[in-house]
């Protein structure tokens, strides 16, 4: 494609240089193709300007840039942010992906991924052709796409464009979209629109990237500002807030509040919970295979993003219905020892709030709680996560998450002083694996234990490694291990 092309609806200048054929875009220097397009960006450690001619070298056919840069042979192109030009030129590139597909964009603190996979279910049931884009990995149609993430949140602009391409190209009537508060704040969904934005909630995470609560919620409000209509939790306090002046229409759902769609008769059983919410001017019964009131808020969001795409109240019923659950998110590991074993991703304060509270309501004897908190990440939650686990648990194993770069004793230090705040009984095992075989060692018949914050993670990242690990199997070894001894 011509550089020329790909400045539609760009405001830009030319630095020096003409047109040339684009056969590529890339944002990182050292990955560059012949024919590329390289993006200078400003990035959180790094000026990518300072790699420009590193690029030209590697083949990139044309630079774009905030600032003149010691390129040349090549057009290089001004623009006033270049994060803000590659939504659109990425956009362009791709051939307006999105065009043709609705776009629903899921953001929040916690239960973006189960509002995307109970919106899917919902879509197929009414004969849709739906694709997720989570932050791990997209799907469309069941099968997985092959493109790679480069990062473990939103994908960055190129990817996610060449994602909803490829979703495009196998028939995809409907896209269900994880957006983080840092792909917002990094401009990586500018050059799309939202046929529904979904707010879920809004409580401390990510204060390492943000800074501060204003800032993370004004992220989260960008989302706002690109969609058609905005479906919030009313019964959050920062649900106004997301759409005040955001010029979207507004849906609202929740359990307490005044709202367009509300949860109500709200029963729960050992596998699932039952409400009673009213759609089209009808009064249904609806039931979610997870016995805890978040899963009810996470289904009242899709239902309401449903309810935006005009899907008939029968189809969303069976859809939920039909849904077995989400992985990692509030997921039992089957045994026969009497024993509840939970794994969930729970990672921030209030997410470990949330699902110990609900496994407290379940809980016949004990409630042990395994966890400990990600390295090179918001270190003021550590202290707070380790308060709510001794408040809420009969017994706290604090252990590694994903450490990263940081040591993991340093991590678990700081999570045992609030769990010392307390006074409850805890244990201290820096692997993982062994934390969760002694929390199921000691579990006798009649508890529960919860094991939080990886969820449907399938790896450990360490300073010089990453290692695969999934909490699902190593607590269902770690079942049939005490079951062997016992």
Same mark, same amino acid.
């Given at each position: ?139 469309? =149609? ?17 990817? =996610?464009?060449?994602? =909803? ?20 704040? =990094? ?74 769609? @509300? ?21 249904? @019964? ?16 899709? &239902? ?61 004897? @004990? ?44 991590? &678990?230090?700081? &999570? ?31 508890? *529960? ?35 062997? *001894?016992?």
């Amino acid at each position: 494609m011509d550089l020329k092309e790909l400045l539609a609806n760009v405001e830009h200048n030319f630095l020096y240089g003409g047109d040339a054929e684009i056969t590529g875009l890339s944002i990182d220097s050292r990955e560059v193709a012949p024919g590329d397009l390289f993006f200078c960006i400003k990035g959180l450690t790094h000026d990518s300007h300072l790699f420009a001619v590193d690029a030209v070298k590697r083949g990139a056919a044309a630079v774009v840039a905030e600032r003149p840069c010691d390129v040349f042979g090549v057009p290089v192109v001004l623009v006033g942010s270049s994060r803000k030009a590659l939504g659109r030129m990425a956009s362009n590139f791709y051939g307006d992906p999105a065009s043709g597909m609705n776009l629903i964009g899921v953001t929040g603190t916690n239960g973006k991924t189960s509002v995307t996979y109970y919106l899917e279910s919902i879509l197929n049931a009414a004969g849709r052709k739906p694709g997720v884009v989570g932050t791990m990995k997209a799907r469309a =149609l069941g099968g997985e796409i092959d493109v790679k993430y480069k990062t473990s949140t939103t994908p960055d602009t190129p990817e =996610l464009m060449k994602i =909803l391409a490829a979703m495009r190209g196998a028939g995809a009537t409907d896209v269900c979209m994880e957006v983080t508060s840092h792909s917002l704040a =990094l401009y990586k969904v500018d050059g799309l629109r939202f046929k529904a934005g979904v707010f879920t909630n809004l409580t401390q995470d990510h204060l390492d990237f943000h800074g501060t609560m204003e800032d993370y919620k004004a992220a989260k409000k960008r989302l706002f500002a690109l969609c058609e209509t905005g479906v919030t939790n009313a019964d959050d306090a920062a649900a106004k807030e997301m759409t005040d002046g955001a010029g979207c229409g507004v849906l609202t759902y929740g359990i307490y509040s005044d709202c367009d769609i @509300r949860a109500a008769d709200i029963e729960y059983d050992a596998y699932g919970a039952r409400f009673t919410a009213a759609l089209y001017g009808e009064e249904l @019964r609806f039931y979610v295979s997870a016995p805890v009131k978040f899963a009810v808020y996470n289904a009242l969001a899709a &239902i309401a993003a449903a309810v935006v795409l005009d899907i008939p109240a029968g189809h969303i019923s069976d859809g939920l219905k039909n849904f077995s659950g989400v992985p990692g998110r509030f997921q039992r590991v089957p045994n026969d020892a009497g024993v509840t074993v939970v794994v969930d991703y729970a990672h921030t304060p209030d997410g470990l709030k949330n699902v110990l509270g609900s496994a407290r309501e379940l809980c016949g004897g @004990r409630l042990i709680c395994v966890f400990g908190c990600g390295g090179d990440r918001d270190k003021s939650k550590r202290r707070e996560m380790g308060r709510i686990a001794g408040e809420l648990s009969d017994h706290v194993f604090v252990t590694s998450d994903n450490p990263r770069s940081e040591e993991p004793m340093d991590i &678990i230090k700081e &999570i045992e002083k609030g769990v010392l705040e307390t006074g409850r009984p805890y244990e201290i095992y820096e692997d993982r694996k062994a934390a969760i075989y002694a929390a199921v060692a000691r579990a006798k018949r009649g508890d *529960t234990v919860v094991v939080a914050g990886k969820g449907h993670e399938e790896y450990q990242e360490f300073k010089n490694r990453t290692v695969r690990f999934v909490d699902a199997e190593v607590a269902a070894d770690a079942l049939l291990e005490a079951r062997a *001894t016992a």
